[in-house]
């Protein structure tokens, strides 16, 4: 397939440039002005639009908790126990969710599916692609990070405690169960049964994945901060409501951070302090970040409008456009095949009728893997 025409956004020029495309197998095989076809590629005429990465969402519950389906269709959270690490999304992953068609046609290709956030360990998070019919074809990283919450959510929900305290007590015990699950099989001499949460917990103390943790106000966020520091683990502080409050010790720490969401009422406590000037702040004290539609918090489909909302409120309009495609890319570890137009990365591609975040844009286009979608 060979792009022509396009204006496609180019970070390391940091604009829209006009340049071809030419896609072999899924993947983007050459950047350049003029690009000849060889008579064996299909061509697309791409003039006058602008071209983006497919848009990426690094916390949803897309797929899982079902638009318009209700509880049937709601398995976000698995109230069996406080502590849940052996769970994965991917068990529970429905790709005919209605929801999915309108993300699609609003650019988004990708997002990082996540367990609610009522237990304080809701088990294993998945990263998929939009377009398959069959779950296990959706996935892009199968275990991407381990899915943990602090404030009120789990505090709430009913597990035995009814405190903050309690809430990072739990948090705690569960390293701990993992740190002596990881003894025990180191010492064994013989046949060790294995346990599917443990083993999940390991990944984490091996820092091969991340803790992503549901955090919004300013107290939680430096619980998570502590006891990752605690255990000497990877973390990404899902939600940062109340980041403003706490920007400096945010920008001593450097955790990266998935914002979001912003355009919801303020429907508890923790959320008080919600506005879109907290991209802005994290921009300007180099801490990495990207937004999120938290859908069905805030509809997925509305992730553009989201980082626009960013932008009308002081951000930069590049790192607006890197914080739904190139950060949240790099901040799940997909980097080397999605989030940014570049040769070797998947042909996730939009097409614009205008600038992204003009107000009369449309999506005309949208390939995953150079597969025409929309």
């Known amino acids: 397939m060979l792009i022509k025409n396009g204006f496609l956004l180019d970070y390391e020029s ?4 006009k340049r071809d495309i030419k ?3 899924g993947k983007i095989h050459e950047i350049s002005d003029n690009i000849i076809n060889d008579d064996k590629d299909i061509v697309i005429d791409a003039t006058n639009m602008y071209i983006t990465p ?3 969402d690094a916390h949803s519950h897309i797929c899982i908790s079902e638009e318009g389906m209700g509880q049937l269709g709601d398995d976000c959270c698995d109230y069996s126990s406080a502590l849940t690490p052996e769970l994965e999304v991917l068990d529970a992953i429905y790709p005919f969710d209605k929801a999915v068609e309108s993300a ?12 609610g956030s009522d237990g304080v360990v809701g088990g294993m998070c998945s990263t998929i692609e939009f377009g398959e019919k069959v779950a296990d074809k959706m996935i892009v990283q199968r275990k991407t990070a381990i899915k943990c919450s602090l404030g009120e959510n789990p505090k709430t929900a009913n597990h035995g405690f009814s405190s903050r305290m309690g809430t990072a007590y739990n948090l705690r015990k569960c390293f701990e169960e993992a740190l002596e699950y990881k003894y025990k099989k180191e010492n064994s001499n013989g046949y060790f049964r294995k346990d599917f949460g443990m083993e999940n917990m390991l990944k984490v103390l091996n820092k091969e994945i991340p803790i992503h943790v549901h955090a919004h106000r300013s107290d939680d966020i430096c619980t998570a ?7 000497e683990i990877n973390m990404v502080i899902v939600h940062g409501t109340d980041a403003i409050s706490i920007i400096d010790y945010l920008a001593e720490n450097k955790y990266p951070i998935i914002l979001g969401p912003s355009m919801n009422p303020r429907g508890k406590q923790e959320c008080w302090n919600k506005t879109f000037e907290t991209a802005k702040y994290l921009s300007d004290n180099k801490i990495k970040f990207c937004i999120t539609a938290d859908h069905d918090v805030t509809p997925i489909y509305y992730l553009v409008d989201y980082a626009r909302m960013c932008v009308k409120n002081g951000l930069d309009e590049l ?6 495609t190139k950060y949240p890319a790099e901040i799940l570890g997909i980097q080397d095949k999605k989030g940014d137009i570049k040769k070797g990365l998947d042909a996730d591609l939009v097409f614009w009728t205008d600038h992204p975040f003009s107000n009369t844009t449309r999506v005309k286009n949208v390939f995953v893997r150079g597969n025409k979608l929309v």
Request: with cysteine.
């Open 225 to 231: 901060i502590r006891i990752a520091k605690e255990y």
């Open 54 to 56: 497919g848009l990426i």
């Open 23 to 25: 896609v072999i197998d």
């Open 104 to 115: 699609l046609k609003a650019g988004v290709t990708t997002a990082c599916i996540c367990p």
């Open 14 to 17: 940091k604009e829209f440039v």
């Open 319 to 324: 790192e607006a456009l890197k914080a739904i």
